[in-house]
């Protein structure tokens, strides 16, 4: 007797966006930074936003660096504010993540409220595919 094949089915992507902001909240309710824990918020925030970027452009890579990361965006044609803006939260965290630089507890905050604000624009920051 011969087995049917297996057909494999690929389980359903969810939006860029929903996945982001459940990722967003569900950091903020940890209370990282109210805990002193800013390096792992750093790292944690800045996973959401590449994350995001690599599903929702399909122009950045899992690994870049902060400035491979910004070469693919502004190859991509993120707007010039748009990419000084993420190029200056990215290089805070790396600080933060490598250098052990501490941030307030009110400027992680703010780190939190730029990455949900580039999550829920509504015009892509760089011309990559568009989720």
């Known amino acids: 007797m011969v087995a049917a094949p297996r057909t494999s089915v690929a389980a359903p992507t969810r939006d860029p966006r929903a996945e982001a902001l459940d990722a967003i909240e569900a950091l903020r309710s940890e209370r990282l930074p109210e805990a002193s824990r800013f390096g792992e918020h750093a790292l944690r925030l800045g996973r959401i936003l590449r994350v995001y970027l690599e599903r929702s452009l399909g122009i950045t890579q899992p690994g870049d660096t902060t400035p491979e990361l910004v070469a693919h965006l502004r190859a991509g044609g993120a707007e010039p504010e748009e990419l000084q803006r993420l190029a200056?939260?990215?290089r805070i965290w790396d600080?933060?993540?490598f250098a052990?630089?501490?941030p307030t507890v009110e400027e992680?905050?703010?780190a939190e409220q730029a990455v949900e604000a580039v999550v829920r624009r509504?015009?892509?920051i760089a011309a990559g595919r568009v989720a």
């Open 88 to 90: 200056a939260l990215l």
């Open 95 to 97: 600080r933060v993540k």
């Open 100 to 102: 052990r630089e501490a």
């Open 108 to 110: 992680a905050q703010r």
């Open 122 to 124: 509504d015009r892509p």
